[in-house]
């Protein structure tokens, strides 16, 4: 790691971890796809360091001295990474071979740090861990399948499939018409001096219905090219937890 490029974060910087996408980038086979993974982890929290970036001015009344130390640092580390995100797709938006961007988060930060309160109303779970869903190609690729909301687990599916590279049995299912987006919450919260826990997974499971998954769903073994199946030959069938 480069220190510079740390503070004054926790975790490193935005600009480290796309700095690096670049030269993996650059550095790749030419005659073979390249595919990059990245979790980044700039602004995963906490928030309340001395910082002197403000270019983004937080109004918010009613917030202490700590909630808003929080959430001013955490509205600039925001700025800093659209700046950073920016700069990425302007790279790559430059480069001959055809390029697919996918950016999206798992959920948004914890708001009880800015002095608020999360909802353990479904609509007010689903609202906080609803995320935009950001998706580039430097060559014009047809988006028009992805759903206006996809659950993360069926969001790689969506992009091999965009791409022509939906061979795999399961991940077709995912990105169908048949398979469902599940929603499931929790949140523990204190009331009249015990923790109760509010969620709807019980509905979900109550509801929950799937094809069964054999042999012939999970398709070949990549690396052997071979089939899924018992020692004896015979097919396996998943049909319990």
């Known amino acids: 790691m480069e220190p510079e490029k740390e503070e004054p974060f926790s975790y490193p910087s935005d600009e480290y971890l796309f700095d690096h996408i670049i ?18 982890y700039q602004n995963h929290g906490g928030y309340g360091f001395g910082w002197d970036e403000n270019r983004v001015r937080v109004e918010e009344t009613g917030l202490d001295e700590t909630e808003m130390l929080n959430a001013r640092n955490y509205v600039n580390m925001l700025k800093v990474s659209d700046d950073e995100l920016l700069r990425l797709v302007e790279y790559f938006d430059r480069q001959e071979s055809p390029v697919l961007i996918v950016f999206w988060g798992d959920h948004a930060p914890a708001i ?13 779970m689903l609202r906080h861990y609803t995320t935009p869903l950001l998706v580039y190609s430097n060559y014009g690729q047809d988006t028009s399948m992805l759903p206006e909301n996809i659950a993360s687990y069926r969001l790689g599916a969506y992009m091999m499939r965009m791409l022509g590279m939906d061979r795999d049995p399961y991940l077709n299912y995912l990105s169908s018409e048949d398979a469902k987006n599940v929603w499931v919450y929790g949140d523990l919260v204190e009331e009249n ?49």
């Open 23 to 40: 030269k993996e980038y650059e550095n790749r086979p030419k005659d073979q796809p390249w595919f990059c993974h990245t979790v980044t």
């Open 112 to 124: 009880r740090q800015f002095g608020k309160k999360l909802s353990s109303a479904p609509a007010g």
């Open 193 to 241: 001096g015990r923790m109760r826990l509010h969620t709807n997974l019980f509905d979900v499971l109550d509801s929950a219905d799937c094809r069964m998954v054999n042999s012939d769903v999970l398709g070949c073994a990549f690396e052997p090219e071979q089939r899924f199946e018992s020692p004896d030959g015979s097919a396996i069938t998943f049909d319990r937890d």
